[in-house]
């Protein structure tokens, strides 16, 4: 909590129970509050009652500070020896009260599903790893705090994230469906599920118009697991986070997209029976410049009556020149697709991937150079850590696997960019 200026408030001492203390501080969190703001409004409603509410259980009541307007906690003390209960019986009441009174706020929800197309034709680029470590950090539980890194300047992160400072956020708790769009099928297999046989139905078929049921049924949840019992949060998404698998059939979509009726829309119509039920859809493009990129790209353009920069292109690229090759082509073809076909296709921003400022001067030269575009603007740098791989290794997602660590903690600021 911030320190008040001399003065103006003064630092008391008492105690309060643990969970009590955790409410407070993710619901000032969510209300954008300070927490002595909400101690000093919850003590003058519990004093302006006619009578002390319910007791409040205080069993294992931790030592805990803030900072109070001057004579608040004296009148306070009076107050409680009045009613015959203790400072931190008091206490308790009036935190309970104050949350009963500042109920967390609604998820908020965009009006129109939000479209995120992953791309680049290069492979390797880590386009898997950030499609799933978004989707992750958009649902997680809004009821608790995560660390985010937030970048106050990008300009200068080759410094080695000299820029970059922590805050602990409330998840963003939306509904998210991941498509694995690319027939190697690694984020199906990453998120500890099989790709769908070929013989079946699947995205190909729908996207085909040959499918034999609905694609509701294709869709799988993702959870946690904890087959160690080392404390992983089971409820991290809750029922939020989902995933249309690959099929090993989709190697061949872009031969049976040929042939298909106004191809380029051929996704949106496969996608189309599932938008209501999801506030975000990524998709984890294949490394093509393809029919399928083209369905892919088309699905992300500006609908109407959808404001600039909520759907689009999400361009991943590593620090070194070849990501720089394929990205002039990529954006080539997103260029020619939206002059063809009349459209307003949104880049969301270039993400780089993989970054280890230690490799010298082609990475940090490199980021220098993409920093430099501006348009679209470099929104994230995840590093190339430990953690990404073990998670991969575990068939766990990373931000449950290892939600502290810094590339969890760059997928959620990546997530509050595209959000």
């Known amino acids: 909590m911030s320190s008040p200026s001399a003065g103006d408030r003064e630092k008391v001492v008492s105690k309060l129970p643990p969970s009590l203390r955790q409410q407070l501080k993710i619901r000032t969190a969510q209300l954008g509050l300070d927490i002595q703001d909400a101690v000093h409004e919850g003590i003058a409603a519990w004093r302006a009652l006619a009578s002390a509410p319910s007791p409040v259980d205080t069993a294992g009541a931790e030592p805990y500070s803030t900072w109070l307007p001057v004579g608040q906690w004296d009148d306070f003390r009076v107050s409680a020896k009045d009613r015959g209960v203790s400072l931190v019986q008091g206490l308790a009441q009036s935190v309970h009260l104050w949350l009963e009174k500042n109920p967390p706020p609604s998820v908020r929800r965009p009006s129109v599903v939000r479209r995120v197309v992953v791309c680049n034709q290069k492979g390797g680029v880590g386009k898997t790893a950030i ?3 978004a989707g992750e950090a958009l649902a997680e539980n809004p009821d608790a705090l995560y660390p985010v890194r937030i970048a106050r300047q990008l300009a200068v992160l080759t410094d080695a994230g000299a820029a970059l400072e922590r805050e602990d956020l409330p998840g963003l708790g939306l509904r998210v469906l991941l498509v694995d769009f690319d027939p190697q099928g690694h984020l199906t297999k990453q998120l500890r599920h099989q790709p ?11 996207m085909a118009g040959e499918s034999r049921t609905p694609i509701q049924d294709l869709v799988v949840p993702i959870q946690p697991t904890d087959p160690e019992g080392n404390g992983v949060d089971l409820d991290h998404f809750g029922d939020r986070l989902h995933l249309l698998p690959a099929c090993t059939d989709a190697f061949l979509l872009d031969v049976r997209l040929s042939t298909v009726r106004a ?16 506030d975000v859809i990524l998709i984890d493009c294949p490394p093509s410049l393809g029919l399928s990129m083209d369905a892919a790209v088309y699905y992300g353009r500006r609908r109407d009556g959808e404001a600039a920069g909520s759907s689009g292109a999400l361009i991943v690229v590593q620090a070194e020149d070849t990501s720089a090759d394929a990205y002039d082509l990529l954006t080539t073809q997103i260029n020619d697709l939206r002059d063809d076909l009349s459209l307003d296709i949104d880049y969301l921003g270039i993400v780089v991937n993989l970054y280890d400022g230690r490799r010298g001067y082609i990475a ?4 220098e150079s993409w920093v430099d575009i501006k348009d679209p603007r470099v929104v994230a740098v995840v590093g190339d850590l430990k953690e990404q791989k073990e998670a991969v290794r575990m068939k766990q997602p990373l931000l449950s696997y290892a939600p502290k660590c810094d590339q969890a903690i760059a997928m959620r600021a990546l997530a509050r960019e595209i959000s």
């Open 131 to 133: 499609t799933a470590g």
């Open 364 to 367: 940090t030269s490199s980021l």
């Open 196 to 206: 769908i046989p070929m013989g079946g139905d699947s995205l190909t078929t729908h």
């Open 263 to 278: 191809r380029e829309a051929a996704l949106e119509r496969a996608l189309a029976p599932l938008e209501n039920e999801y």
